[in-house]
C-alpha cells in the first residue's frame, strides 16, 4: 500500500526564515511519481511540483527547492527566504506512474506553514 | 472560465437529505478527478474520469455516494441519504489527456455541512 507522511503538522516562522517541509513515502512501486501541493486560504489545491521516481535530480524554482532522496524514501520541500503569501498548507503525494495504474493521489496530512512578518 | 468551477462553494443539509455537488472543469480536459477533504481522514480519492473509458470508483466510501459525468465535461458528485460525516470540503479537479502525466488542476472545493 502507499503511504505519505508528513511529520511535522505546523511550522511557524519568520519572514526571511528558510523552512524545510519534510515528506516521507512508502510504495512498492518501482515507478511512481512525487507531488507537492499548497493549499491557500482560498481552499484550492496549487500544484508546485511533480518528480518521477527516476529523476533524482534535485530541483530548484526560484526561492523553491525540493529534495528527492530514494534511498532514504524521502521528497523534502525548501522554501528560502520565506514571505507572508507562503503561509499556507502544504501536501505531498504520491501515485503510482505505470501506464494503466491508478491515477489516484495519495496525500500527506498536509503541514501548515504560518510565515509572520 | 480559466479555473476548474465548483458549485456550490457552500452547502448546509440537514441529515438525510440528498445533495448534488457540480463541477465544470477546465475546458479541453479529458480527465476529471473528486477528492474529499475532512479534518478526520485529510485528502481522500473518490472517482477518476477519463474521457469515455469506465470510470475508476475506487475511493467511493459507500453506494450513498455516486457521481457521473455527462458529455465528457460537466460532473456531478451525488451523495444520498446525507450523514454528518459526509461533512468535508469535496474537491474537484480536471487535466488534460494522460491523467497525473499532465499537470492537475483544482477547484476551490464545495464546503458541505450536515447537520
Known amino acids: 500500500a502507499q503511504k505519505v507522511t508528513q511529520a511535522q503538522t505546523e511550522i511557524s516562522v519568520v519572514e526571511k526564515e528558510d523552512v524545510t517541509l519534510d515528506c516521507v513515502y512508502e510504495?512498492?512501486?518501482?515507478?511512481?511519481?512525487l507531488f507537492w501541493y499548497k493549499q491557500p486560504p482560498s481552499g484550492e489545491l496549487v500544484f508546485l511540483i511533480r518528480?518521477?521516481?527516476?529523476?533524482?535530480q534535485n530541483e530548484i524554482s526560484g526561492r523553491y527547492s525540493w529534495n528527492f532522496q530514494k534511498s532514504t524514501s524521502s521528497f523534502n520541500f525548501t522554501i528560502t527566504a520565506s514571505q507572508v503569501v507562503d503561509s499556507a498548507v502544504y501536501f505531498c503525494a504520491l501515485s503510482e506512474a505505470r501506464w494503466g495504474g491508478s491515477e489516484k493521489l495519495v496525500f500527506g496530512k498536509g503541514m501548515k506553514l504560518t510565515v509572520n512578518p | 472560465g480559466a479555473g476548474v468551477s465548483q458549485s456550490p462553494s457552500n452547502k448546509v443539509t440537514e441529515k438525510g437529505k440528498d445533495v448534488e455537488l457540480r463541477c465544470d472543469p477546465i475546458s479541453g480536459h479529458t480527465a476529471l478527478y473528486w477528492y474529499r477533504q475532512s479534518l478526520g481522514q485529510g485528502l481522500e480519492f473518490l472517482i477518476y474520469f477519463q474521457g469515455n473509458s469506465a470510470p475508476d470508483k475506487s475511493g467511493l466510501p459507500s453506494d450513498r455516494f455516486s457521481a457521473e459525468r455527462t458529455g465528457g465535461s460537466v460532473s456531478t458528485l451525488t451523495i444520498q441519504r446525507t450523514q454528518q460525516e459526509d461533512s468535508a470540503v469535496y474537491l474537484c479537479a480536471s487535466s488534460f489527456g494522460q491523467g497525473l502525466r499532465d499537470t492537475i488542476y483544482f477547484g476551490e472545493g464545495s464546503w458541505l455541512t450536515v447537520v
Open positions: 510504495t512498492r512501486d518501482t515507478t511512481y511519481y
Open positions: 518528480r518521477n521516481s527516476f529523476d533524482e
